[in-house]
């Protein structure tokens, strides 16, 4: 090989900025290829090309196998005694080389090393940008709309390619080629063809970013930034919290005139956003997260993860916002199931579970109407309250005395009692159907739980939703939508 390829691979590595092994190893791909073409493409070939002086050895192989065994590949393997003949210390497993002439690197050669060249450098370039953006992954950075490609921005940053998707625009965003513009790098990963940087401008956390960037005291951990849900392009709401008493979140967040908080909804486009104070307490949280909408009273259903949160009549239209989106956004942001009622539908619904409690506690421990109604006042829900329940403190409730409180702790605890072992002859009683037991990722376990609460067969489960399947049992929401799709699939076959 002569010296001025040698040069070549230098001005290549140098122009492209890739390492220079990189260029030799294509060098060596080609030299192989070429070697192949003239020898044989199963053979095993190995080129080392010396990376000063530009001279190259070529190399075939061969592995030992024991005599008597097939051969599965004739052209790279050698029985024992064969090898034995060229190499004294070759073993089973080893290899056997011999050198081969080199072929010349002539035009063909040459230009197969090219395109090998020009391959390994495109490669090589991807997996630099890969390494250079990995770490920027989860920022804001910024660049130039290049190009659309079917709703799609492509954006030039130095020498990478980034994309935003469609989906991952602010709606109703118009962005055209020669548009400057920011966006969250959400993710950096190898793909075969085109942009390795995703971007987003619809996710909460772009909100978070360019708030702290706003904002001096949330990057000098003054304030925290403690959660963000968005309508993009329409409405958002942030959470912050002070760790200094005497700084208002809010307010630093705002700025004077609204000057921090006017710069990102110019970013974004118009959004407007709601600045509310996290607090430990989740009701406290709900309630502000509703804001401007003045809550009445709130109850908390630990069970459900859920609030019912109960607004004057004026006030529901602001608690709901248009089109539920003041609602969503604060049961995005704080975690919980937020339900908005009126005075009136927060009576009706109490009145409507006291009476449910009411029936309940009669059936179930044999108590008049009147009784029923007391244990239901005094805050009591289900029997096991009424089995575990300190006998102290029910022996605070005006009415009970202590004979009463033993006999109703006895017959709530007895009640359970039949419950259980009700339910566990059901389980051992009820046998699912040999179609729901070989839907894909169904095991026995879950099909005995599915039948005892009578769903028998694939068809019953493919009528359910998926969170009516999680209230039945207890498995994640992905396996409840993988399960039911399997057991739906003949409905489109």
């Not at 196998?65 to 790279?76: K, M, Y």
């Not at 102290?392 to 007895?414: F, K, Q, S, Y």
Request: aromatic residues 4%; charged residues 30%.
């Amino acid at each position: 090989m002569s010296r001025e390829l040698l040069y070549l691979a230098d001005a290549v590595a140098h122009e492209k900025d890739v390492d220079r092994e990189v260029i030799f190893q294509a060098l060596e791909a080609s030299l192989v290829s070429a070697s192949k073409k003239k020898y044989g493409q199963d053979w095993d070939i190995r080129v080392d090309l010396d990376r000063k002086t530009g001279n190259y050895v070529t190399y075939r192989s061969w592995t030992v196998v024991e005599d008597g065994q097939e051969l599965a590949f004739p052209e790279q393997q050698m029985h024992l005694h064969e090898a034995l003949q060229r190499d004294p210390t070759a073993v089973v497993g080893g290899k056997i080389t011999e050198e081969l002439p080199a072929v010349e690197f002539g035009r063909i050669a040459a230009q197969s090393a090219k395109q090998v060249i020009f391959q390994r450098v495109r490669d090589a370039e991807r997996d630099r940008v890969v390494a250079d953006y990995a770490f920027r992954k989860g920022e804001v950075i910024s660049g130039l709309v290049k190009r659309m490609e079917k709703g799609n921005a492509i954006v030039e940053m130095g020498r990478a390619e980034a994309i935003l998707p469609r989906e991952e625009m602010i709606p109703r965003e118009a962005i055209r080629p020669g548009d400057r513009i920011r966006a969250y790098l959400q993710d950096v990963r190898r793909v075969p063809k085109g942009p390795q940087l995703f971007l987003s401008r619809t996710c909460p956390e772009l909100l978070i970013k360019l708030f702290s960037q706003e904002v001096p005291e949330i990057a000098n951990g003054i304030i925290d930034i403690m959660g963000a849900a968005r309508d993009p392009g329409l409405r958002a709401k942030l959470a912050v919290r002070s760790n200094e008493a005497r700084v208002d979140p809010v307010g630093a967040c705002v700025g004077m005139r609204g000057n921090r908080v006017q710069t990102v909804v110019n970013e974004l486009r118009g959004e407007r956003v709601d600045i509310v104070v996290w607090s430990a307490d989740p009701a406290s949280y709900v309630i502000n997260a509703l804001s401007p909408a003045e809550v009445s009273s709130i109850v908390v259903d630990e069970n459900t993860h859920s609030m019912d949160v109960v607004v004057d009549e004026g006030q529901l239209s602001l608690a709901i916002g248009r089109g539920g989106q003041n609602v969503r956004l604060a049961s995005q942001l704080t975690g919980w199931t937020i339900n908005i009622l009126t005075e009136m539908e927060a009576r009706q619904k109490r009145e409507a579970e006291d009476t449910r409690f009411q029936q309940a506690f009669m059936e179930d421990l044999g108590i008049d109407a009147d009784l029923a109604m007391l244990l239901v006042e005094e805050g009591f829900t289900s029997l096991e309250e009424v089995a575990y329940v300190p006998i102290a403190e029910m022996l605070e409730i005006d009415g009970l005395d202590e004979d009463l409180v033993t006999e109703l702790r006895r017959r709530a605890r007895d009640r359970l009692l039949s419950k259980a072992i009700a339910a566990e002859e059901q389980i051992h009683s009820s046998k699912p159907d040999d179609d729901l037991l070989a839907l894909p990722g169904m095991d026995e376990a879950l099909a005995q739980q599915l039948a005892a609460r009578g769903v028998l067969t694939s068809e019953d489960l493919a009528e359910l939703g998926a969170d009516e399947l999680q209230e039945l049992v207890d498995i994640d929401g992905e396996r409840a939508k993988a399960l039911i799709m399997a057991a739906r699939a003949p409905w489109f076959s």
